[in-house]
């Protein structure tokens, strides 16, 4: 019967899931549907402003070229009317002279003819008839002024739709979420000389598969980009996914974006739990700062705030979060436990966080504990907590503290603490977040669920959530986890008080003689550590697992020798 029962729901889920994603498909053809009506129509505007633009300069060029024709024309009419007056005005000199000089023909008087005949010689010599052009100064053509659009139908014949780019291929296998960074990678399917740049787009979603029309995230946009290739950096993780999108662009048209891929982005997110957290702190999202008066006045607000966001939908990582359970139903911390717990709880696998804390903070703690300490219980001060501890009064102390234990370390304190645990593993270990330098590491075996923890007095601490585990860091636990074989020899002969001698070559030799920040003394080939140095010890393994060095000896060579 619960074996039936099983199956039937798991069909049910199946089936939910099925018409979770047909219900998404439907909206998204009539999104599709709806966007071919609106982009037909803009294309057919755009059309119409384009032969109009057309229209208008034919126009232009035509009144420009009439203009140009009538100008010609009355040039040509004005200098043959001036030539028409320079003869009229010949002819009539010309007919007068003729006149008189047919009168002089009837004179008798031989010395009045003589005389006669001499005017009219020079009258004739100086009459403009004979100094007159009978030749046009201008023809009656006006062919230099014919055009031939032949040319210009055919071109315009030819004119079609702008090629529009093809979309991109975004190749999966090469793209990479790592660091908080998302490297993207894609291809053209097939070369094209003419595009100028990409557009890549992103968005955050809590869903797998296909991108989903409705309650999500607007894209970003990266434009202007040249290579085939784009890191987007600096991102926080809050969501469990992101979908991405390219598109290729000419110097016209930008073509149809390529098939939407939806990559991973795994981080561990939570916020600052301010229902349990001391009076004497001011709690906000992952922001806490100590308060000197305790609380008055806020509690109202408090209460409200929580009130808001229990009835509010989380836009974060999706509602399977164990952060609901993680509350409980705690007592508020009193006493000196100045503390506050993260929301959410780890219960395998490994997470990241970083925390920074004021300049002027006097005293905080950064670590873990299991789910329901007691009120009063402060961090690493029970067996069921770890933590750094940072005192700045008179003067700075660094220290690992768990079962009100604590181990001093003697190195400066960094400005952000990185926080890396291994739930299944049984590990916490702090670095130093801008170098990652290992500060210290916890091992143990978890046996029930990890609440980030927080403790303060005098200033103020910034939580950076979201952030994937480095692969600084990753390294850093792969050499070490190499080295795990020999960690009870190790921790045996420092705490006996013991000189460890590890052997190395020259060449390593000189390798630590060059690097800052020298861990033991050299001599003789030999590196000799202290118990004092015991911490110091996992930076030079990492040091040689990590940094390659020409002539290293390979493997190292590490000999456990008791000695003076």
């Not at 109009?52 to 070229?65: A, F, R």
Request: charged share 25%.
């Amino acid at each position: 019967m619960d074996e039936e029962r099983e199956t039937l729901q798991r069909i049910v889920s199946t089936l939910v899931n099925k018409n979770d994603e047909i219900h998404n498909f439907i909206d998204m053809l009539n999104h599709t549907i709806s966007n071919v009506q609106v982009n037909s129509s803009n294309a057919i505007s755009e059309l119409d402003e384009e032969f109009d633009g057309l229209y208008s300069v034919l126009h232009e060029m035509k009144g420009s070229m009439a203009n140009t024709i009538q100008q010609e024309e009355a040039r040509k009419i004005q200098a043959l009317q001036d030539q028409l007056s320079q003869c009229s005005h010949a002819l009539e000199s010309s007919e007068e002279l003729l006149e008189l000089a047919v009168q002089s023909l009837d004179i008798k008087n031989p010395a009045k003819l003589l005389e006669a005949a001499r005017q009219i010689k020079d009258s004739v010599t100086v009459a403009s008839a004979f100094r007159l052009s009978l030749k046009p100064k201008v023809s009656d053509s006006m062919a230099h002024l014919m055009v031939d659009f032949a040319l210009e139908k055919r071109m315009l014949q030819a004119v079609k739709f702008l090629p529009v780019p093809k979309a991109p291929e975004i190749d999966v296998a090469a793209c990479l979420v790592a660091d908080n960074c998302i490297t993207v990678s894609w291809r053209m399917p097939e070369e094209d000389s003419r595009i100028d740049h990409f557009v890549l787009e992103y968005r955050k979603t809590n869903f797998g598969g296909l991108p989903r029309l409705k309650g999500e995230q607007h894209w970003e946009l990266i434009d202007y980009i040249k290579a085939t290739q784009y890191t987007l950096s600096g991102l926080k993780f809050d969501t469990k996914f992101v979908n991405l999108r390219v598109q290729a662009c000419n110097k016209a048209v930008a073509g149809e974006y390529s098939d939407p891929v939806t990559l991973e982005t795994k981080a561990f997110v939570f916020s600052l739990d301010s229902t349990s957290s001391h009076l004497n702190l001011k709690v906000e999202d992952t922001y806490v700062e100590w308060d000197p008066t305790g609380g008055k006045g806020q509690e109202k607000i408090k209460g409200k705030e929580n009130k808001n966001r229990s009835n509010a939908a989380s836009p974060k990582r999706g509602t399977n979060s164990p952060r609901a359970s993680a509350r409980g139903s705690r007592d508020r911390f009193a006493g000196e436990s100045y503390t506050v717990l993260g929301d959410t709880a780890v219960e395998s696998g490994q997470h990241y966080w970083e925390v920074r804390a004021q300049k002027d903070c006097k005293s905080y703690s950064v670590g873990v504990t299991y789910r329901n300490p007691g009120k009063f219980d402060q961090l690493g001060k029970t067996n069921s907590s770890w933590c750094i501890h940072v005192n700045n009064w008179l003067q700075t102390t660094f220290s690992a503290k768990h079962n009100n234990k604590a181990k001093t370390l003697d190195i400066p304190v960094p400005d952000r603490i990185g926080v890396y645990c291994d739930f299944d593993g049984g590990q916490l270990s702090f670095y130093n977040a801008n170098s990652k330098a290992l500060l210290h590491t916890f091992r143990t075996k978890f046996t029930q669920p990890l609440l980030p923890g927080f403790m303060i007095w005098c200033g103020g601490l910034t939580v950076s959530t979201g952030l994937q585990v480095p692969s600084a860091v990753k390294t850093l636990q792969r050499s070490e986890n190499g080295l795990s074989g020999s960690t009870s020899s190790l921790n045996n002969v420092a705490h006996n008080g013991s000189i460890l001698s590890i052997t190395i070559s020259q060449e390593e030799e000189k390798f630590l003689e060059t690097t800052s920040n020298k861990p033991a003394v050299m001599f003789s080939g030999k590196l000799k550590l202290t118990r004092k140095c015991e911490y110091q010890l996992w930076q030079v393994f990492s040091f040689f697992r990590n940094h390659k060095v020409d002539g290293m000896a390979e493997p190292l060579i590490i000999d456990f020798a008791s000695g003076t």
